[in-house]
Protein backbone atom coordinates (compact mmCIF):
# COMPACT_ATOMS: atom_id res chain seq x y z
CA UNK A 1 0.00 0.00 0.00
CA UNK A 2 0.74 3.41 0.04
CA UNK A 3 3.24 5.41 2.46
CA UNK A 4 4.91 8.31 4.10
CA UNK A 5 7.51 9.07 5.85
CA UNK A 6 8.69 11.96 7.36
CA UNK A 7 11.27 13.45 9.83
CA UNK A 8 10.05 11.77 13.16
CA UNK A 9 9.94 12.87 16.93
CA UNK A 10 10.76 16.62 17.58
CA UNK A 11 12.79 19.40 16.04
CA UNK A 12 13.85 22.63 17.89
CA UNK A 13 14.95 25.29 16.08
CA UNK A 14 15.99 29.06 17.05
CA UNK A 15 13.61 31.58 16.29
CA UNK A 16 14.50 33.34 12.62
CA UNK A 17 16.53 29.94 12.17
CA UNK A 18 15.70 27.96 8.74
CA UNK A 19 13.18 25.10 8.96
CA UNK A 20 13.23 21.48 7.04
CA UNK A 21 11.51 18.72 7.36
CA UNK A 22 11.63 15.45 5.36
CA UNK A 23 9.41 13.83 3.88
CA UNK A 24 9.40 11.13 1.63
CA UNK A 25 6.22 9.05 -0.44
CA UNK A 26 6.00 5.52 -1.75
CA UNK A 27 2.62 5.02 -4.01
CA UNK A 28 1.83 1.70 -5.46
CA UNK A 29 -1.89 2.85 -6.32
CA UNK A 30 -0.84 6.03 -8.67
CA UNK A 31 2.61 7.09 -10.34
CA UNK A 32 1.66 10.89 -9.35
CA UNK A 33 -0.55 10.72 -6.26
CA UNK A 34 -1.18 14.41 -4.67
CA UNK A 35 0.59 16.09 -2.18
CA UNK A 36 -0.17 17.40 1.49
CA UNK A 37 1.28 19.19 4.41
CA UNK A 38 -0.97 19.52 7.19
CA UNK A 39 -0.93 21.43 10.58
CA UNK A 40 -2.10 21.29 14.10
CA UNK A 41 -1.52 24.31 15.68
CA UNK A 42 -1.80 24.06 19.78
CA UNK A 43 -5.51 24.04 20.90
CA UNK A 44 -6.32 23.72 17.31
CA UNK A 45 -7.18 21.25 14.58
CA UNK A 46 -5.70 19.34 12.13
CA UNK A 47 -5.83 21.57 9.23
CA UNK A 48 -4.31 22.19 5.35
CA UNK A 49 -1.17 24.25 5.20
CA UNK A 50 -0.76 23.54 1.69
CA UNK A 51 -1.06 21.30 -1.19
CA UNK A 52 0.57 20.39 -4.85
CA UNK A 53 -1.07 18.13 -7.24
CA UNK A 54 1.15 18.68 -9.99
CA UNK A 55 5.10 16.84 -10.29
CA UNK A 56 7.74 19.47 -10.48
CA UNK A 57 5.62 22.45 -8.99
CA UNK A 58 5.74 24.04 -5.54
CA UNK A 59 3.39 24.88 -2.99
CA UNK A 60 3.22 28.03 -0.60
CA UNK A 61 1.70 29.12 1.87
CA UNK A 62 2.21 31.04 5.32
CA UNK A 63 5.67 31.53 4.52
CA UNK A 64 6.30 27.76 4.05
CA UNK A 65 7.05 26.18 0.96
CA UNK A 66 6.96 22.88 -0.55
CA UNK A 67 8.04 21.11 -4.04
CA UNK A 68 6.75 17.88 -5.64
CA UNK A 69 10.02 15.87 -6.93
CA UNK A 70 8.64 13.24 -8.86
CA UNK A 71 12.37 12.00 -9.16
CA UNK A 72 13.20 11.61 -5.33
CA UNK A 73 9.81 10.51 -4.06
CA UNK A 74 10.05 13.60 -1.87
CA UNK A 75 7.77 16.43 -0.83
CA UNK A 76 10.21 18.52 2.11
CA UNK A 77 8.83 21.07 3.79
CA UNK A 78 10.73 24.28 4.21
CA UNK A 79 10.73 27.64 5.98
CA UNK A 80 13.41 30.21 5.53
CA UNK A 81 13.00 32.09 8.77
CA UNK A 82 10.75 30.17 11.54
CA UNK A 83 8.89 31.99 14.07
CA UNK A 84 7.79 31.17 17.87
CA UNK A 85 4.03 31.18 15.84
CA UNK A 86 5.21 28.32 13.43
CA UNK A 87 5.23 26.03 17.09
CA UNK A 88 3.21 22.98 15.91
CA UNK A 89 2.61 19.33 14.77
CA UNK A 90 3.26 19.13 11.13
CA UNK A 91 2.22 15.69 8.76
CA UNK A 92 2.60 14.91 5.20
CA UNK A 93 0.14 13.36 3.57
CA UNK A 94 -1.03 11.55 -0.31
CA UNK A 95 -3.79 10.81 -1.73
CA UNK A 96 -4.43 8.35 -5.00
CA UNK A 97 -6.50 10.78 -7.11
CA UNK A 98 -8.35 8.06 -7.86
CA UNK A 99 -11.54 9.62 -6.82
CA UNK A 100 -11.74 8.49 -3.35
CA UNK A 101 -10.01 10.85 -1.04
CA UNK A 102 -8.51 9.06 1.39
CA UNK A 103 -5.14 10.25 2.28
CA UNK A 104 -2.52 8.29 3.97
CA UNK A 105 -0.24 9.98 6.49
CA UNK A 106 3.42 10.51 7.95
CA UNK A 107 3.18 10.20 11.65
CA UNK A 108 3.74 14.13 11.71
CA UNK A 109 6.73 16.04 13.40
CA UNK A 110 6.27 18.53 16.38
CA UNK A 111 8.28 21.72 15.35
CA UNK A 112 9.49 23.31 18.29
CA UNK A 113 10.63 27.51 18.17
CA UNK A 114 12.71 28.67 20.46
CA UNK A 115 12.93 32.00 21.48
CA UNK B 1 -19.42 28.36 7.64
CA UNK B 2 -19.66 25.89 10.06
CA UNK B 3 -16.59 23.42 10.74
CA UNK B 4 -16.72 19.67 11.46
CA UNK B 5 -17.96 19.49 14.63
CA UNK B 6 -17.19 16.44 17.52
CA UNK B 7 -19.17 15.52 20.87
CA UNK B 8 -17.73 15.51 23.49
CA UNK B 9 -14.09 16.68 23.34
CA UNK B 10 -13.31 14.48 25.98
CA UNK B 11 -14.55 11.23 27.14
CA UNK B 12 -13.14 8.76 30.40
CA UNK B 13 -14.36 5.66 30.49
CA UNK B 14 -13.70 2.14 32.41
CA UNK B 15 -12.55 -0.92 30.65
CA UNK B 16 -15.32 -2.75 28.83
CA UNK B 17 -17.88 -0.11 28.71
CA UNK B 18 -19.47 1.14 25.67
CA UNK B 19 -19.00 4.52 24.17
CA UNK B 20 -20.19 6.59 21.27
CA UNK B 21 -18.27 9.06 19.87
CA UNK B 22 -20.19 11.75 17.54
CA UNK B 23 -19.30 13.95 14.40
CA UNK B 24 -21.19 16.32 12.28
CA UNK B 25 -19.15 17.09 8.87
CA UNK B 26 -19.41 20.10 7.26
CA UNK B 27 -22.52 20.92 5.48
CA UNK B 28 -22.82 19.96 2.18
CA UNK B 29 -19.28 17.43 1.67
CA UNK B 30 -20.25 14.38 0.97
CA UNK B 31 -16.99 12.44 2.29
CA UNK B 32 -16.30 11.44 6.08
CA UNK B 33 -13.77 10.06 7.71
CA UNK B 34 -13.14 8.55 11.05
CA UNK B 35 -9.36 8.36 12.66
CA UNK B 36 -7.43 7.69 15.49
CA UNK B 37 -4.88 9.28 16.47
CA UNK B 38 -1.32 8.25 18.59
CA UNK B 39 1.90 9.21 19.09
CA UNK B 40 3.48 6.30 18.05
CA UNK B 41 0.96 5.21 15.26
CA UNK B 42 0.25 8.84 14.10
CA UNK B 43 -3.28 9.00 12.13
CA UNK B 44 -5.10 5.69 11.32
CA UNK B 45 -8.02 5.32 8.94
CA UNK B 46 -11.10 3.83 10.85
CA UNK B 47 -13.55 4.11 8.45
CA UNK B 48 -14.67 6.02 5.27
CA UNK B 49 -18.11 7.08 4.17
CA UNK B 50 -19.41 8.62 0.74
CA UNK B 51 -22.61 10.02 0.66
CA UNK B 52 -23.80 7.99 3.52
CA UNK B 53 -22.22 4.19 1.94
CA UNK B 54 -19.16 3.07 3.87
CA UNK B 55 -16.00 2.63 1.74
CA UNK B 56 -13.34 1.53 3.77
CA UNK B 57 -13.49 0.03 7.24
CA UNK B 58 -10.09 -0.20 8.43
CA UNK B 59 -9.48 -3.71 8.58
CA UNK B 60 -7.51 -3.79 12.31
CA UNK B 61 -10.32 -1.94 13.69
CA UNK B 62 -13.52 -4.05 12.75
CA UNK B 63 -13.97 -6.34 15.48
CA UNK B 64 -14.49 -3.25 18.49
CA UNK B 65 -15.58 -0.30 16.70
CA UNK B 66 -18.51 0.33 14.41
CA UNK B 67 -19.16 3.82 12.44
CA UNK B 68 -22.32 4.91 11.29
CA UNK B 69 -23.58 7.39 9.01
CA UNK B 70 -27.68 7.42 9.05
CA UNK B 71 -27.87 10.67 7.27
CA UNK B 72 -25.84 13.09 5.38
CA UNK B 73 -25.30 15.44 8.77
CA UNK B 74 -24.27 12.76 11.45
CA UNK B 75 -22.13 10.18 12.25
CA UNK B 76 -21.14 7.90 14.71
CA UNK B 77 -18.32 6.01 15.65
CA UNK B 78 -18.66 3.09 18.92
CA UNK B 79 -16.13 1.32 20.29
CA UNK B 80 -17.39 -1.97 22.38
CA UNK B 81 -15.91 -2.74 24.59
CA UNK B 82 -13.39 -0.34 25.42
CA UNK B 83 -9.59 -1.17 26.36
CA UNK B 84 -7.07 0.89 27.78
CA UNK B 85 -5.14 0.36 24.56
CA UNK B 86 -7.94 2.36 23.10
CA UNK B 87 -6.76 5.43 24.79
CA UNK B 88 -6.65 8.04 22.00
CA UNK B 89 -7.99 11.08 20.22
CA UNK B 90 -10.58 10.25 17.46
CA UNK B 91 -10.63 12.80 14.63
CA UNK B 92 -13.94 12.87 12.20
CA UNK B 93 -12.90 15.05 8.72
CA UNK B 94 -15.04 15.68 6.18
CA UNK B 95 -14.09 16.33 2.42
CA UNK B 96 -16.54 17.67 -0.80
CA UNK B 97 -16.64 15.11 -2.80
CA UNK B 98 -15.02 13.69 -5.96
CA UNK B 99 -12.04 15.35 -6.86
CA UNK B 100 -11.97 17.39 -3.78
CA UNK B 101 -9.71 15.40 -2.02
CA UNK B 102 -8.72 18.24 0.72
CA UNK B 103 -10.01 17.29 4.05
CA UNK B 104 -11.37 19.78 7.04
CA UNK B 105 -11.25 17.90 10.38
CA UNK B 106 -13.13 18.53 13.48
CA UNK B 107 -11.58 19.30 17.27
CA UNK B 108 -11.44 15.44 18.17
CA UNK B 109 -12.16 13.38 21.12
CA UNK B 110 -9.91 12.79 23.44
CA UNK B 111 -10.61 9.63 25.39
CA UNK B 112 -9.21 7.88 28.38
CA UNK B 113 -9.73 4.20 28.84
CA UNK B 114 -9.06 2.89 32.49
Same mark, same amino acid.
Given at each position: G???TQTEGQ???SESKSLIINCTYSATSIAYPNLFWYVRYPGEGLQLLLKVITAGQKGSSRGFEA??????TSFHLQKASVQE???AVYYCALSDDSGYNKLTFGKGTVLLVSP | DAGVTQTPRHEVAEKGQTIILKCEPVSG?? &????YRQTKIQGLELLSYFRSKSLMEDGGAFKDRFKAEMLNSSFS???IQPTEP? &???VYLCASSPGINQDTQYFGPGTRLLVL
Open positions: DSVVTVTYNKETSDS | HN &DLFWTLKK &DSA
